[in-house]
């Protein structure tokens, strides 16, 4: 799911592209699309864009007539930016936003069709969707440790939770635990005033640096290739390949559909986290420390 860093990037190639520019029309290829009926989509038509704007994970155009189009990725959803009256892409095409300069091509790489626009006529209803996560780049230590403790979750729990912080999910949760040397199962009830600011300045330090290194990369362009997997990255996607900072193998964690990664020498103090799969199969066997797992591998 594109979070804070990419969806930062969006918005500001959005706006480059679409602010002062007629949203000519709106192509829908699935209708699953659309969540609302009333503004409908066609009332949209016509209008020129005045801002574009990130709400959590979301992004927001807001037209004239106090009209506004909120649309969220969700896991697979991507943007492609052609020239006006560009085609929908086959499989994965769910619509195209037709500009006077430009169509804004929505596509979701998925059986599962989660994305989703809504059109909201009234700037007030734009609060339904903030759930409430501070903003970590404008928060002050206290705010951030008052959100972090609020509820006694896994730090990586309440990190990627949108209540308590806004636009953080899985990938940039295991960035920030690893900068920060801290475990992803770590209790916030737990945690030193330490290690909370340690956790503050890491969270800050990683998405400022991957928003930049984003921004870079993009240039005047427009971000094409939004991933999850990104080169560069210390642990996230990186399983079994050597930690940046002291070579040790990053480990995992596998839940649903997702998975932890972290280095157990720099977060867990050389502890390897039990992964649910493996437990069940190993049982005692399974090992504690890095080096019962060189071990076994032996």
Request: charged letters at 30%.
């Amino acid at each position: 799911m594109p979070e804070l860093p990419d969806v930062t990037v969006y918005v500001e190639r959005l706006s480059a592209l679409t602010v002062g520019q007629e949203l000519v029309g709106v192509r829908l290829k699935s209708p699953f699309l659309l969540r609302t009926f009333e503004p409908t989509l066609v009332s949209t038509f016509g209008k020129k864009v005045r801002d574009v704007r990130r709400v959590g994970k979301r992004i927001v155009f807001g037209l004239e007539g106090n009209l506004f189009l909120v649309i969220h990725l969700m896991i697979a959803g991507r943007f492609r930016w052609g020239k006006l009256g560009a085609a929908i892409p086959g499989k994965i095409g769910l619509a195209s936003f037709d500009f006077a300069n430009g169509s804004l091509l929505l596509t979701e790489a998925s059986t599962k069709k989660r994305a989703s626009l809504h059109v909201i006529g009234d700037p007030r209803a734009l609060v339904d969707f903030q759930r409430g996560g501070i903003e970590v780049d404008s928060a002050s230590l206290a705010d951030f440790r008052a959100a972090l403790v609020r509820e006694n979750h896994t730090v990586k729990r309440a990190l990627t939770d949108p209540r308590l912080f806004s636009g953080i999910g899985n990938s940039y949760s295991d960035e920030i635990l690893h900068a920060a040397r801290l475990s992803p199962v770590k209790r916030t009830a737990q945690m030193t005033d330490e290690e909370i600011t340690r956790l503050y300045e890491g969270t800050k330090s990683t998405l400022a640096r991957w928003t930049d290194i984003l921004r870079k990369d993009v240039g005047d362009g427009f971000p094409e290739k939004v991933t999850a997997f990104r080169e560069g990255m210390a642990v996230h996607g990186r399983y079994g390949k050597p930690c940046p900072d002291c070579g040790s193998p990053v480990q995992r964690i596998v839940y649903a559909e997702n998975e932890t990664n972290y280095c157990a020498r720099c977060q867990t103090g050389g502890k390897l986290l039990a992964d649910r799969a493996l437990s069940r199969l190993l049982h005692e066997d399974w090992p504690r420390t890095l080096e019962e797992l060189e071990e076994l591998r032996k």
